[in-house]
């Protein structure tokens, strides 16, 4: 769910910038607007990779409970980080309605919270190290 409402973010911040003008160029020839895009894709991939590692883990029978809320815990934050890029990208427009991105925003807080908020997934991933340690 991260990953993805991640992804849709950056794609609809990267179609935005490409059109919306500014000194007579588009935003996205900007560095910061590029900077941010990359910051973007670049954790987008770091969580879905993080994802993968996770499921190919649990797929071979082998145990990745701190594996999975690892990827459960990045992604989530990962995805908060990227909806306040988007939005920041889109300007004002990122709080109206009609752009979407403000809901990209409402659905990416909810994965902290949903399904083990990200300070009981990192309180697994340490339990788990602990575990695997001694």
């Known amino acids: 769910m991260g990953v993805g409402g991640a992804r849709a973010g950056l794609d609809k911040a990267i179609e935005y910038a490409k059109t919306r003008t500014q000194f007579d160029q588009p935003i996205i020839m900007f560095e910061l607007i590029a900077d941010k895009i990359a910051t973007m ?10 994802t993968y590692r996770a ?14 809320a690892m990827a459960k815990w990045y992604s989530s934050e990962m995805t908060n980080r990227a909806a306040y890029e988007v ?6 427009y990122g709080y109206m309605e009609e752009y979407e991105v ?18 009981i997934m990192k309180m697994l991933i340490a339990k788990d190290i602990v575990k695997r340690t001694l």
């Open 41 to 50: 894709a670049t954790e987008i991939e770091a969580a879905r990779l993080l």
């Open 102 to 119: 403000e809901r990209m925003a409402r659905d990416a807080r909810l994965a902290t919270i949903g399904a083990g908020t990200s300070e």
């Open 87 to 92: 939005i920041q990208i889109f300007g004002g």
């Open 55 to 68: 499921a190919d883990l649990c797929d071979r029978g082998i145990k990745c409970s701190a594996e999975a």
